[in-house]
């Protein structure tokens, strides 16, 4: 069989074996063939083929150059308005936690930071303990005993000598627990600065003037709580002799209790509850809950129920006055306008 090469297919060349540009082995065949720079596709395949691309890479574009389906259109809004209903309650719940949470932040802000407290949680226990011992001996059984070994009592007293017992029961009770916290305490000197201060310097007049306002509301709780408990039918009322005193008209007898009420017991009761206890809690809890836990036990060493909600809305507001100041000044003059308060309203 022979193959037989036509002309309009391969162009004549010369293949003399005797030129000496003839090389077989460099003979390449397809340089011998004309190259073309266009690959001719069947017509039917190259449609075949658009189309497919076309479905596979703009079938968004072919759907939106058509007419739109109504059907679809409505499915899609119903996803989307679903969408919009599942998330907005995320967003407003998102919301208002962000918001909450930097309200408290602000609080906790204007509050004040916990103290730098060097003892224990024993050293507070024992304090609490020994004042509390020493409060009720030196009211119930010391002085009492002194004044009976002298040869009076209290009751035979006059309205003078009464107001006058009262003041010098009042000042051995305030050195006692004075004196209780210097000795349990000896052992952490010096103390960080922020402890036990007075200063007059500081922007707490405010705070005091805040304070004075909320007087009428610690009134209304006190009403409230007496509402609420009130004293029983069979319970004698007796009237103390701070009222005995204000009945009479002893101007003597009034000043010596005023002193009492408006200068010795606030001392001393800040100092141990806003000066030492509030301070010590902050080392276990937050600051909001030690004035919380600290008004609860300066409302208990009142013993009086009928009184003890506003002792405690009380003592809330003048711890916050000391946890902003750091400085028992404002919260000892505020304490001594409630009471002053409290005494102009009893001579009514």
Partial sequence: MKLVLSSNCIPSLPLSTSSPRFRASKFNPLLAFPVTRSIRVPETHRRFSTKKRKILCFRHEESSSGTPNPE??????????????????????????????????????????????????????????????????????????????????KESLTYRGQALFSLLTDVTEGLAGILILHRCLSRFRPLPSDWFRFSLRGNWIFDVVLGCLMFPLVNRLSQFNLNLLPVLPSTPVTLSSVEQSIVAR??????????????????????????????SLTKYMPVWCSILVSSMGFALAHFNVQRMLPLIFLGVVMGLTYARSRNLLPSILLHSLWNGFVFLDLMK
């Fill in 250 to 279: 002893d101007p003597i007898a009034m000043a010596l209790y005023a002193l009492v009420l408006v200068v010795c017991a606030p001392l001393w009761e800040e100092i141990v509850f806003r000066g030492f206890l509030l301070p």
């Fill in 72 to 153: 679809s259109i409505e499915g899609v809004l119903h996803e989307e308005l679903e969408k919009v209903g599942v998330e907005k309650p995320n967003v407003d719940k998102r919301n208002w936690v962000s918001t909450l949470g930097e309200i408290v932040c602000e609080m906790f802000r204007v509050i004040g930071k916990p103290w730098t407290v060097p003892w224990t949680a024993e050293t507070i226990l024992q304090v609490t303990l020994l004042w509390t011992v020493s409060f009720w001996f030196v009211g119930s059984w010391m002085i009492p005993f002194g004044a009976h070994i002298i040869g009076f009592s």
